[in-house]
């Protein structure tokens, strides 16, 4: 079992930035895949990023792409998403998983998720 909570959401305006944090309790870390994801209201979940262990290789949804950037520290059991320019197209609920790839059925564990809300 991997226990995932993320923190750092919050409101800001547009062309502002925020970093969120994922800490992660359990087994091992640093034996993952790590994403993003976020789902605003009424829509469905999204892929925003992914980081791959153990080479660290990093992909991103175009929307985001050029102001995210997804980070892991595995000495801390964190997973870290920056964002900067931030749009109020970007305004969900942001969650971290982990698992591999792009769609949400290949991630094993969540966590509860981070609100993030952009005003224009």
């Known amino acids: 079992q991997v226990q995932l909570v993320e923190s750092g959401g919050g409101l800001v305006q547009a062309g502002g930035s925020l970093r969120l944090s994922c800490a992660a309790s359990g087994r091992t870390f640093s034996s993952y895949g790590m994403g993003w994801f976020r789902q605003a209201p009424g829509k469905e979940r999204e892929f925003v990023a992914h980081?791959?262990?153990?080479?660290?290789?990093?992909s991103y949804t175009d929307s985001v792409k050029g102001r995210f950037t997804i980070s892991r520290d595995n000495a801390k059991n964190t997973l870290y998403l920056q964002m900067n320019s931030l749009k109020p197209e970007d305004t969900a609920v942001y969650y971290c998983?982990?698992?591999?790839?792009?769609?949400?059925?290949?991630?094993?564990?969540w966590g509860q998720g981070t609100q993030v809300t952009v005003s224009s």
């Open positions: 998983a982990a698992g591999w790839g792009r769609t949400h059925s290949n991630y094993n564990y």
């Open positions: 980081i791959s262990w153990p080479a660290g290789i990093t």
